[in-house]
């Protein structure tokens, strides 16, 4: 068989594997990515691999430079790519991108030992809407109204009426604030 025929059975054999999972992301037909760790989970990462014209005799390209990495440091992103380095080395030859992600999976803990969050001005609830599939699953999250804590329900009842309305004037000194600043800086 010609390296686009295993690529070709591997596909079909990874759609079906992570049909419905959340964490699997087809970027293309040979390009895979997967989120290896829950959502909010400080440990969670997310390893991209793309397949060359020759694989699975050539080794795949093994990327973590996704944005939802972004506070995860160099030298572990570096750690972990050295190791599946070696399971890649291991399985050449052979279709290994499944193996990959479970290798991943299996040893996230001793992949994420020596992680220390990078400190980052980005919230980590857009990092996570921005990395959410954009395939089928997510049309059934459309329907799903967001959900409130009780404390977040509690605070906006607390700011508006029985109405849900919020009182006259509650913005005014938020406006004069900003009124103040934005005249001072035309005086100068």
Known sequence: MGANEDQEME????????EGDESFRELSPVSFQYRIGENGDPKAFLIEISWTETYPQTPPIISMNAFFNNTISSA???SILAK???????????????????YAKDNKEQFMENHQPVNSTIPI???ISVETPNTAPSSKKKDKKEQLSKAQKRKLADKTDHKGELPR??????VVKHLSKTGSKDDE
């Open 11 to 18: 596909l079909e054999a990874l759609r079906s594997i992570y």
């Open 76 to 78: 572990v992103k570096q």
């Open 84 to 102: 599946l380095q070696e399971a890649v080395e291991v399985n050449l030859g052979t279709a290994m991108t499944y193996t990959l992600f479970e």
């Open 125 to 127: 609830s857009s990092i």
């Open 169 to 174: 004037g509650w913005n005014w000194v938020d």
